[in-house]
């Protein structure tokens, strides 16, 4: 049988021995599964991450390997491996599950004898799926493998293979998030640290790199068992520039060397924006690899692509946010190359991605620059058009200029109003505030030590605002 396989994201796999993050979740029967307590009970853990509209996961599916391996060395069999299924694709739904969707090959729940987690998008993320199906196998001691897709005797002769043996002295680092956005500076940042030996750890000192004054250490006290987990922080950390790979170290030396360290893309700060947002999409030869997400203040999605199939074509989405807030763009490439189709093959066709809100503020544009993930964040609120403001006639001139821009205003009524110019990572950097204002006013901003660039010029009346894009020569 020919075996298939449906990309997913922009993450490379998760590389074999690498300590396992922990997750928790509830299955379609409403069971609490969790990974670190089937490790404790000494299973070896095989993890299937599928989608329902996936034909190779059906096709892997209808071969029963992972059904008899549950059977026969499970829970109810010889208690030496537990398979857990997740559904990868959060755009699923039950009914697919059960195969009454409109989005599935078949019943899933058919006869299957182990759990089914529904949602797991987050559990993809944690592992780094990049395709579907990918097939794990999670020793004992908390180390994972990829395994593919084999048989049921294949499956249990690869867990017996593996050399699960616990290290004494081990502390492992990761992120609940590999990439975050921040509409402003100071922000604070989270990483994991589990117990991941057999000996108690009471401390650690973990030192981050990568921001305007790092390196700053942190030192963790308290009490991990094996398997037990805990949350470090980092608060009020400053970064001037508009993005920051932040790194983070254990400093101690243990018995595996491989799990203390971990890294973090940031994006901070952005043009102010609408909230809603166009995306226009031209896909390349490889329209597989290419998605994106909108993520809120909190990490949450609150839109995400489909999963695209056509080549050489344009595809336009508008996006409503559901309210005023900080949110970030990530596009994703799973391959790592961008949108540069041509640059492989018989591919002719190069494509591009822009994302830009109602008044034409540009917060993400991309063509032939080769990447795995890129990210934008924007303060959107709900903005108005000059002509909903309580003014007469603006003009903004020159535009382009060079040295100066002038900005005159009439017949505005306004308690409070302010002119706010700023670049393209969202720094002030020219302000003027204004009270009681009736009737017209003119001021003038000296730009001559500007860059040359786009910058927009935000202009605030009582509790509305909307902005203008300025050209600097």
Not at 147 to 162: K, P, V, W
Not at 268 to 285: A, K, M, R, Y
Not at 317 to 325: C, K
Not at 330 to 345: K, V
Request: aromatic share 10%.
């Amino acid at each position: 049988m020919l075996f298939l396989s449906f990309s997913k994201n922009s993450n490379a796999q998760i590389a074999d021995g690498t300590f396992v993050p922990n997750f928790i979740a509830k299955d379609i029967n409403g069971k609490t599964q969790n990974l670190y307590a089937l490790l404790q009970d000494g299973y070896k853990v095989v993890i299937d991450v599928s989608a329902t509209w996936c034909s190779p996961c059906w096709d892997y599916h209808l071969t029963g390997a992972l059904e008899d391996l549950h059977r026969n060395y499970g829970p109810d069999g010889s208690k030496e491996v537990f398979v857990l299924f997740i559904e990868g694709d959060d755009g699923t739904t039950l009914e697919d599950l059960q195969g009454t969707g409109d989005n599935t090959y078949g019943d899933w729940t058919a006869n299957t004898p182990y759990p089914i987690i529904d949602d797991g998008g987050f559990i993809g993320d944690l592992l780094e799926v990049a395709y579907y199906p990918t097939i794990y196998t999670v020793c004992s001691d908390g180390r994972i493998y990829e395994s593919e897709r084999l048989t049921t005797q294949g499956h249990y002769d690869f867990a017996n293979e593996l050399s699960c043996q616990a290290i004494k002295n081990d502390v492992a680092i990761g992120l609940k998030e590999k990439n975050l956005g921040f509409c402003q500076t100071p922000f604070n940042a989270s990483v994991n640290i589990t117990n991941a030996g057999t000996a108690a750890i009471t401390s650690a000192n973990i030192t981050m790199e990568g921001c305007d004054e790092c390196p700053i250490s942190k030192t963790w006290e308290g009490n991990l068992n094996y398997f037990e987990t805990t949350d470090v922080t980092f608060e009020d950390i400053f970064e001037t520039e508009s993005s920051a790979n932040l790194t983070f170290k254990i400093d101690s030396e243990d018995g595996n060397l491989g799990n203390n360290n971990t890294s973090l893309e940031v994006s901070i700060g952005s043009i102010p924006s609408t909230t809603e947002w166009t995306i226009e999409l031209f896909t390349d030869c490889f329209p597989d690899e290419t998605s994106w997400e909108i993520k809120d203040g909190e990490g949450k999605i609150v839109a995400e692509s489909p999963q695209y199939s056509d080549e050489g074509i344009e595809i336009i989405e508008t996006i409503s946010l559901p309210s005023d807030g900080c949110y970030t763009m990530i596009l994703n490439d799973s391959y790592g190359d961008g949108l540069n189709g041509s640059s492989y093959g018989d591919c002719m066709i190069d494509g591009s991605f822009k994302c830009y809100s109602e008044f034409g503020e540009i917060l993400m544009v991309d063509g032939v620059t080769a990447f795995s993930t890129l990210l934008e964040t924007s303060e959107a609120s709900t903005m108005v058009s000059i002509d909903e403001l309580n003014v007469g006639q603006m003009t903004i001139s020159p535009n382009p200029g060079k040295d100066f821009i002038n900005i005159s205003m009439e017949k505005i009524d306004a308690q409070s109003m302010s002119l706010d110019l700023i670049n393209v990572t969202g720094q002030s950097l020219i302000t003027r505030y204004f009270s009681n204002v009736q009737g017209d006013i003119s001021e003038t901003f000296d730009v001559s030590s500007f860059s040359k660039g786009i910058y927009f010029l935000k202009i605030s009346l009582d509790d509305a605002f909307t902005t203008r894009k300025v050209v600097v020569e």
